[in-house]
C-alpha cells in the first residue's frame, strides 16, 4: 500500500477520515471498512468516468455486484432536482435500503448533488467522498454542504449532511488540467492567506513541487488546506460570523465570474484576482505592508492564476454586481480582507473612497 | 386567551413544545415567540384553506405583508418533489432568507411535504406545525419524520427535520368530517395499546366525550398520545428495534388499505381493523386474555372503527400483501402483537398456523 496522510475532522459521533495519498482508489479494505451494509452505488460524471476511476472503485470494491455505476451528464446546469431524481430512481430500482453508501467519484458537482442524495434517499443514507479535482479536495471535503441548484439560485436546495470518509486521491490529480490544478491552487493558497502564515510560507517554498504534482507534497497541502476549514467551521458552526472569512477574493471573485459569464473564468481564477484585488486594498488601508502584498500578488502569480480583473470590467458593473452579492447587508458592501498575511477579517469598516480606489485601480487599462 | 395544554419535547438544542387546546390558531404572540424572523409563509391545501385555518393563522400573524399563504392541491398524489418546487420557487421569488419559517397548516400530507421543504430550503429553515387532524396532531406532531413520495414508493425521498413548535388547536377538530375523527382515535388508541394501560383505560372512560369533541378532553387525548410516542422514539431513535411497535395494526392494516384501493378505506381504519386482528392472534396465542380481547375489540368499536376485513379480502390476498411489507425480513413476517394490553411487542415468535387462523377468522363471511 502507498505512504496515505489522514486528518480526522472532529465532529462527535459524526467524525469522519480524509485521507490523502496515491493510490486510495483502488483502497478495497478501506472503502469498505467505512461502509455499513455490503452495497453501494457509485456516482459519476462523463469525464470522470472517461478516465476510468468509477470503475478503479467499482473493482476495488468487486466488481459490479455490489456496486453500480451511475453517470450523470457534467456540467453545473444538471445540478438540480431532475437529475436527483435519477439517482433516486435508480437506487428504488436496484432495491437499495437504509444501509447503502452513495459514493461520489468526481468535482464538486457531483460531491454536492450525491451528498444531496445521501441526505434525503429514505431520511438519509452513508455516504463517500472521492473528490477528483484538487478543487473538490480542498474545499468540498469539508463543511458537510451539500445541496442542488433552483433556478432562480445556486445551492438553495441542499443539507447538512457528513462523509462517512473522503479519500483525496492524488494520482487523479495527474490528469487535472493545468488551470484546472491553478484553480484549485487559488483555494489552497486562500487557506494560508486567512488563517495560516506558516502554511503561506511553505506554499512560497513548495510552489514548483506542487506545480510539478508531486503526490507528497499535494497530500501535505490538500490535508492543511481542510484542517483549516475544519479548524474556522468548528469555531463558527452556525455560520453567523468567522466562517466568512472562508469568502476571502470571493466577492470580487463572483463579480468576475458573472461579468465574464459562467464557465469562461474559473471559480478559483476568479477567486485568485479576486484575492489580488483584497490584498491591494489591504494595502491601500494600510493593514497590509507593501512586502507581504508583493508576496501574496507573487504567489497567486506563481500558481498560474490571474491577478488582474478581465479587460473591460467597468467600476459601475463591479459595483453593481458586488451590490447584490449576498455578502451585502443593509446595503453596505461587507468584504474579507486581510490584516496581514495569516489574518483575515470581514468587515465594512472602510471608507467607500478606497473601495473606489481599489475598483479603479483594477479596471483601468495600466499594466499590472 | 383559552385554556390550552402543554408538551415539552426533550430533544436537547432542538427541544420544542406541542401545545393543545381551543384558539390556537389566533395566538399570534405565541408563534411569532417560536420565530426567528419576522417573515413567514404558510403552507396549507385547498380543502383547509376554505376553512378559513390559513387565513386565521395569517391574521393572527399580521396579515399578508409578512406572511403570504401558499395553498397546495389536496391529495397524496401531489406530496411529491414536483410540489416542493413550487414552495422553493414561491420562497425564492419572495427573496426569503434563512430566517424565515414555514408553518404547515393541514393533515399529514401538508406536513410531510412542508417539513421537508423547511429541512432543504436553503440547508434548514426553521418550521412550525399546524395539523388540522386528529391523525397529523398525534402522529405528525412527533418523530420529525418529513419526506415526499416517489412513483416507486412512500416517503422515499425526506429528512428528520424537528419542527420548533406544534399547535394542536382542537377547535379545527369541530370541522373534522365524522370518519376522519374515528380515524384519528384508531392512533389514540394504539398508543394505550402498545404502552399505557391507564391511557387504554381512560380512554374507556372518556370515549364519549372524545366523540362529542370535547376540547379539554380531546387537548388530554392529543398530549398523552404525543408523550407516549415521545418516549417510544426517544428510547429507540435509530429505528432499529421497539419503535417498531408504533406500528401494531399496521401490517394487517397496510394489506386492507392496499386490497382496498388506497382512499376507499382510511389509513385509521384500516389500522382499526389491524388491531382488532393483532388482539385476536394475541388471545389466540395465549398472550392476550378473553375479558382483555373483549374490551379491546369494544374500544375499537365504539370508536366509530372497522373490526372486520373488508368482504371479498381471501387469505391468499393477506399473505401476499403481507410479505412484501418493508416489515418482512428474510421471508419471515415480523408483527406487532399483544402481552396484554399496555404491552406491545414486535415478534415473529408465532407458528404459521396461528397466523392462518387469524386470517381465515377475518376473511371468513361468519359474522364477529
Redesign the interface.
Known amino acids: 500500500m502507498n505512504k496515505t496522510q489522514t486528518l480526522m475532522v472532529e465532529l462527535g459521533d459524526r467524525s469522519y477520515p480524509i485521507v490523502s495519498g496515491a493510490g486510495l482508489l483502488n483502497d478495497g479494505e478501506r472503502l469498505r471498512s467505512h461502509m455499513r451494509g455490503e452495497r453501494a452505488l457509485i456516482v459519476t460524471t462523463e469525464t470522470v468516468a472517461r478516465h476510468g476511476y468509477a470503475d478503479q472503485v467499482q473493482s476495488a470494491l468487486g466488481g459490479s455486484d455490489r456496486c453500480r455505476i451511475i453517470t450523470l451528464p457534467d456540467g453545473e446546469e444538471h445540478k438540480n432536482?431532475v437529475t436527483?431524481?435519477n439517482v433516486?430512481?435508480h437506487l428504488?430500482?436496484a432495491r437499495h435500503d437504509r444501509k447503502t453508501t452513495l459514493i461520489a467519484v468526481g468535482g464538486g458537482v457531483v460531491g454536492d448533488l450525491t451528498g444531496?442524495v445521501a441526505?434525503?434517499?429514505?431520511?438519509?443514507v452513508d455516504f463517500i467522498q472521492v473528490p477528483t479535482t484538487l478543487l473538490a479536495q480542498v474545499d468540498s471535503s469539508v463543511g458537510g454542504?451539500?445541496?442542488v441548484n433552483?433556478?432562480?439560485?445556486k445551492?438553495?436546495?441542499?443539507?447538512?449532511h457528513q462523509p462517512r470518509l473522503v479519500l483525496a486521491d492524488t494520482d487523479v490529480l495527474q490528469t487535472l488540467p493545468d488551470r484546472e490544478l491553478s484553480a484549485g491552487l487559488a483555494e489552497v493558497i486562500k487557506y494560508g492567506l486567512i488563517r495560516d502564515p506558516d502554511f503561506f510560507t511553505w506554499l512560497e517554498q513548495h510552489m514548483d513541487a506542487l506545480l510539478a504534482r508531486d503526490t507528497t507534497t499535494l497530500a501535505e497541502a490538500i490535508l492543511i488546506s481542510c484542517r483549516v476549514k475544519a479548524d474556522v467551521v468548528a469555531a463558527d458552526e452556525t455560520e453567523q460570523g468567522m466562517r466568512a472569512i472562508l469568502n476571502l477574493g470571493h466577492t470580487f471573485g463572483h463579480a468576475i465570474e458573472t461579468a465574464s459569464g459562467y464557465g469562461n473564468w474559473l471559480h478559483g481564477e476568479a477567486v485568485g484576482a479576486g484575492m489580488a484585488m483584497a490584498a491591494w486594498m489591504s494595502h491601500e488601508l494600510g493593514w497590509l505592508d507593501t512586502a507581504h502584498h508583493d508576496r501574496v500578488i507573487a504567489l497567486i502569480r506563481r500558481a498560474g492564476l490571474p491577478v488582474e480583473a478581465p479587460t473591460g470590467m467597468t467600476t459601475e458593473r463591479f459595483m453593481e454586481l458586488m451590490a447584490v452579492d449576498k455578502k451585502a447587508q443593509d446595503g453596505r458592501i461587507r468584504l474579507v480582507l486581510q490584516q496581514g498575511i495569516g489574518h483575515a477579517v470581514v468587515t465594512d469598516a472602510f471608507s467607500p473612497e478606497v473601495l473606489s480606489r481599489t475598483l479603479a485601480r483594477f479596471t483601468s487599462p495600466a499594466p499590472a
Open positions: 432536482l436527483c431524481m433516486y430512481t428504488l430500482e444531496f441526505a434525503t434517499y429514505q431520511r438519509g454542504k451539500t445541496g433552483h433556478p432562480l439560485g445551492n438553495m436546495i441542499g443539507a447538512f
